[in-house]
């Protein structure tokens, strides 16, 4: 039985596989170290199926993300369409840099992973291939060079400097690690609010509990980051019994109820902004307990 069900499985994905394209260019075809450029990724896939693209957690190889912009998803009867454009930048120095992204294909009992083609990019380089022939004269005057720097000066400042930064440092040690935390805790939140805002604008255009689930997650993700509870690794039941969401136990299991019992959700937004403000009410406590250290 077990065999059967590995098979069925497999043969499930092959065939979504085979309806899934994906398409992937760079639209520079030359880099300068340093500089950004821009690679566009298209996918199309089934309406029945989900699918997750990189984001800056990703490992871009020799590239570094920078930041990315995602054209709302277009369907039609049959496929849903979905287009982002990554700008990226490299410090590499090989002559001719290659790139090929994932995309992650979500399946209710199981995933997939499919990769684009490989698109690549050629290195602008500024210095060419010196001679190895050099015209040399002979020449046995001496001449005299004045100093071009006062190196004693230099050392001095730099000295002053270091010492100047140790002591800065060590007196004001804690307000710059509490700076650094708040600004980190704030960045995290605003990119998981970023994040669900969008995940909401395309539950609000096709509702589909696969959605919802990727909502919760996204949920679960950074309360569990900002707060001392596993809420990734937990149920909502079991959530619910720890006494931490006491506001929004009904949002919960109405949502829970829409993605493992196909009950139709009515008013998702409502249940959208019960679940923001309860984040950003740990998001607030987080805070406070940066400022309280």
Known sequence: MKIFFSLFFIISFELIGQEIKIEANFIEDSIQIGNIVSYNLK??????????????????DSFEYINKSYSSTVNDSIYNYDEVTYNLTSFSLDSIQFLKLPVFI??????????SNTDSIFLMEFIKNLTDTLNVKSNTKISLVDLAFDYPLLTKIISFLLLFTIIFYFTFRKKIIKYFKIVYTKKEYNRFIIEIEEVNDEIQKDFKPEKIELFLLIWKRYNEKVSEYPYSSLTTSEIIQLGIVNDIKENL?????????????????????????????????????INNE
């Open 43 to 60: 996918v199309s896939y089934p309406n029945n199926t989900e699918v997750l693209l990189p984001d800056s957690n990703y490992n871009y």
């Open 106 to 115: 979500i399946n209710s009992n199981d995933s997939l992973i499919m990769y």
């Open 253 to 289: 299991k109405s949502i829970d109820s829409t993605i493992y019992g196909s009950k139709k959700m009515i008013y998702f937004q409502k249940h959208f902004i019960m679940l923001k403000k309860h984040s950003t009410k740990i998001f607030n406590n987080k805070l406070k307990e």
